[in-house]
């Protein structure tokens, strides 16, 4: 779970950028995270009981960023962008959204996912996950471009997960009903990699700042991050609730392009045979489409 974290970051960060609400984006993407977190929480819940009922975490998908993307040069952020009309944007996104996901729980009740899943193989996957990778590149690019400290991070990513990924660690511990001490092995670097080199980077970024290399106005300084003013203005209490930004609408050209993606994150849930595992039953997989359709739906 604490690996996943940062990858329910991302989405929100984003769409808040996208939003065009000047001063109030860091407000607004406080708010967006929260709503991902609950609705994330909602749905693996769903999910892990009534759904597939496996170690699933039913998050945002990467699959929607190029949707986003063609929304966001539908109504690009200039100087002339009037901040005031971002809940008419958001009210578009989720409009649009619940409309395409409803394609899930369709094919789900309707049983075609599981008929579908059988001619479904790693040749099929194989290309939709690479160009959902490929998808996402613009976006890694522009943050990396931000500082040189993002190459470290990738660095370190590197070397936890393809170098370090065997070596095992001893860990000491205490058995209360032995009353001794002991030591256990555990291969933290290929278990823990993301958190471990976001942590060792944020580190480096403290030495920068206690030391003065990096500059005052730097933004590797963890002195000066927008952490620090959402600390003071997030309210400790935010209950999310469904229309919060107000009515859906709807935009037919957003629609087919969330459907696109919709389509592209249902090829890649089934993945069984390339994981090596045996296929789930047709059941199963229908039911499971029909809780990961309410889970969208609900995050729309």
Not at 31 to 52: D, H
Not at 113 to 122: D, E, L
Request: proline letters at 6%; glycine letters at 6%.
């Amino acid at each position: 779970m604490l690996v996943c974290f940062s990858a329910l970051l991302v989405t929100p960060y984003l769409l808040s950028n996208m939003l065009c609400a000047g001063a109030e984006t860091i407000a607004i993407r406080v708010q967006l995270i929260a709503a991902t977190f609950v609705t994330t929480g909602i749905a693996t819940i769903l999910q892990t009981t009534f759904g597939l009922r496996l170690a699933i975490l039913h998050g945002p998908s990467f699959a929607f960023l190029p949707a986003l993307h063609t929304f966001e040069e539908m109504y690009p952020c200039t100087q002339d962008t009037d901040t005031s009309l971002w809940k008419e944007k958001m009210q578009l996104i989720s409009g649009s959204l619940f409309l395409a996901v409803l394609i899930m729980p369709i094919m789900g009740i309707t049983g075609l996912v599981g008929k579908i899943s059988k001619h479904i193989g790693p040749i099929t996957i194989v290309p939709m996950l690479v160009l959902l990778c490929i998808g996402t590149v613009p976006d890694i690019e522009e943050k990396i471009s931000l500082h040189w400290i993002s190459i470290i991070e990738i660095l370190l990513l590197i070397i936890f997960v393809v170098l370090l990924e065997d070596v095992e660690v001893p860990i000491p511990g205490y058995s209360f009903s032995k009353k001794q001490f002991f030591t256990t092995k555990m291969r933290i670097f290929s278990q823990f990699p993301y958190l471990l080199g976001i942590c060792l980077a944020w580190f480096l970024c403290w030495l920068l700042t206690v030391t003065n290399i990096e500059p005052a106005s730097g933004p590797a300084r963890t002195d000066r991050n927008e952490s620090t003013f959402v600390f003071h203005s997030t309210p400790w209490i935010q209950v999310q609730y469904p229309m919060q930004f107000g009515f859906p609408q709807f935009s037919f050209p957003l629609v087919i392009a969330f459907t696109a993606s919709t389509v592209a994150v249902m090829i890649e849930r089934i993945c069984a045979q390339i994981s090596q595992q045996g296929s789930p039953p047709s059941s199963s997989i229908n039911r499971a489409f029909v809780v990961e359709g309410v889970g969208s739906m609900l995050a729309a």
